[in-house]
C-alpha cells in the first residue's frame, strides 16, 4: 500500500521555530512535495524536494532523506498567519502521468 | 489571469440526483486533476488526466467520470449523488512533470 504519516496536530508560540515531519512508504517515489491550506481556502504550493538535502525559500525551509523515506519542513519566525494546515505529498512517477499522494495533515496552531 | 476557475461553488443535491463540477485553467497546463477533501483529511485523488485526451482513475474513483474537453477545461460527473459524496471537491493542474499542482477555490458539495 501507500501511506504518509505525518503529525495531526502542532502547536508553537509565535516567533519559535517548529518542524513538521512526513515519512512515507510508496511504491514509486520521484519527490516530495509540500502545501499550505488555511481553513476553508485552496491548497497552495510551499516546497518540493527531488534530491537529498535542504531546500530553502524565505523562512520556510524543506528536507528529504531518500534513504530514510523522510522529510520534513521547517518554519522560522512563526507568524500568526503560519495558523493552517500543511500537507506533504509524494510524486509517484517522474513522467507526464505522475500524480500527488497527499498525508492527512497538519494543523499547525501559532499562539501569542 | 485567473489560473483555476471552479463552477459552482456551492451546490446542494438529493440523493439520486446528477451534475458536472466544471474546471477550467488558462496556464496553458498539460495535466489536470480531480480531488476530494473530507473534513479533517488530506486530498483524495479522484481522476486526473496527464494530458489532453487522456483520463486515468485516481485512488477513489467509483461514482464518478470525468471529461477532458480541451486543454483547459476538465470536468467531473456524478452520475446519481449519494450521501458519501458530500465532500468539498478541488481541481488542480500542472505544467511540467513537478511537484507543483495549482488548486482551484474548491466546490462544496452536500448530497442530502
Known amino acids: 500500500g501507500q501511506s504518509l504519516e505525518q503529525p495531526s496536530e502542532v502547536t508553537a508560540v509565535e516567533g519559535a521555530i517548529v518542524q513538521i515531519n512526513c515519512t512515507y512508504q510508496t511504491s514509486g517515489f520521484y519527490g516530495l512535495s509540500w502545501y499550505q491550506q488555511h481553513d476553508g481556502g485552496a491548497p497552495t504550493f510551499l516546497s518540493y524536494n527531488a534530491l537529498d538535502g535542504l531546500e530553502e525559500t524565505g523562512r520556510f525551509s524543506s528536507f528529504l532523506s531518500r534513504s530514510d523515506s523522510y522529510g520534513y519542513l521547517l518554519l522560522q519566525e512563526l507568524q500568526m498567519k503560519d495558523s493552517a494546515s500543511y500537507f506533504c505529498a509524494v510524486r509517484d512517477y517522474r513522467g507526464q502521468g505522475g500524480k500527488l499522494i497527499f498525508g492527512q495533515g497538519t494543523e499547525l496552531s501559532v499562539k501569542p | 489571469n485567473a489560473g483555476v476557475t471552479q463552477t459552482p461553488k456551492f451546490q446542494v443535491l438529493k440523493t439520486g440526483q446528477s451534475m458536472t463540477l466544471q474546471c477550467a485553467q488558462d496556464m496553458n497546463h498539460n495535466s489536470m486533476y480531480w480531488y476530494r477533501q473530507d473534513p479533517g483529511m488530506g486530498l483524495r485523488l479522484i481522476y486526473y488526466?496527464?494530458?489532453?485526451?487522456?483520463?486515468d482513475k485516481g485512488e477513489v474513483p467509483n461514482g464518478y467520470n470525468v471529461s477532458r474537453l480541451n486543454k483547459r477545461e476538465f470536468s467531473l460527473r456524478l452520475e446519481s449523488a449519494a450521501p458519501s459524496q458530500t465532500s468539498v471537491y478541488f481541481c488542480?493542474?500542472?505544467?511540467?512533470?513537478?511537484?507543483?499542482?495549482?488548486f482551484g477555490p474548491g466546490t462544496r458539495l452536500t448530497v442530502l
Open positions: 488526466s496527464a494530458s489532453e485526451g487522456t483520463t
Open positions: 488542480a493542474s500542472s505544467s511540467v512533470p513537478s511537484g507543483e499542482q495549482f
